[in-house]
C-alpha cells in the first residue's frame, strides 16, 4: 500500500509560482508512473503532468513552458513547480502513482491505482 501526501498549495496572485510536492509513503516500484492531476469546482479531473520512472515526461498542451514536474526516487517525492500562474489554474492539485510496468504512462485518472487527498491552489487576477 502506498500512500500519498501532497503539500506547497496556496493563494498566489497571478503571474506567480508555487512548487507543490508529493511524498509518498513507500518507495514505488521501478516501473511505474507518477502523475499530477488537478480538478476545478464543476469541472471533471484533467491531468496535468506526467513521469515515467525513468524521468520521461509528458505535459498538457496548456500547461507546457509553465509546469515542470520532476521526482527524487531516493526521497519518494515528486514535485511540480508551477510558473506564471493564471487564474484558470485555480483547482485542487492532486498527486497519483500508477504501479506496473509502463511504456506509454495513462493518462486516464482512472488508471491510477493511488492519490493523495489533494492540495489546493488558488490564483487571484
Known amino acids: 500500500q502506498v500512500q500519498l501526501v501532497e503539500s506547497g498549495g496556496g493563494s498566489v496572485q497571478a503571474g506567480g509560482s508555487l512548487t507543490l510536492s508529493c511524498k509518498a509513503s513507500?518507495?514505488?516500484?521501478?516501473?511505474?508512473?507518477m502523475a499530477w492531476f488537478r480538478q476545478a469546482p464543476g469541472k471533471e479531473r484533467e491531468g496535468v503532468a506526467i513521469i515515467r520512472f525513468d524521468g520521461v515526461t509528458t505535459y498538457t498542451e496548456f500547461v507546457k513552458g509553465r509546469f515542470t514536474i520532476s521526482q527524487d526516487n531516493a526521497k519518494n517525492t515528486l514535485n511540480l513547480q508551477i510558473d506564471s500562474l493564471k487564474p484558470e489554474d485555480t483547482a485542487m492539485y492532486y498527486c497519483?502513482?500508477?504501479?506496473?510496468?509502463?511504456?506509454?504512462?495513462?493518462?486516464?485518472?482512472?488508471?491510477?491505482?493511488?492519490w493523495g487527498q489533494g492540495t489546493q491552489v488558488t490564483v487571484s487576477s
Open positions: 497519483a502513482a500508477a504501479l506496473g510496468t509502463w511504456y506509454f504512462c495513462p493518462t486516464r485518472p482512472g488508471m491510477y491505482n493511488y
Open positions: 513507500a518507495a514505488t516500484y521501478s516501473s511505474r508512473c
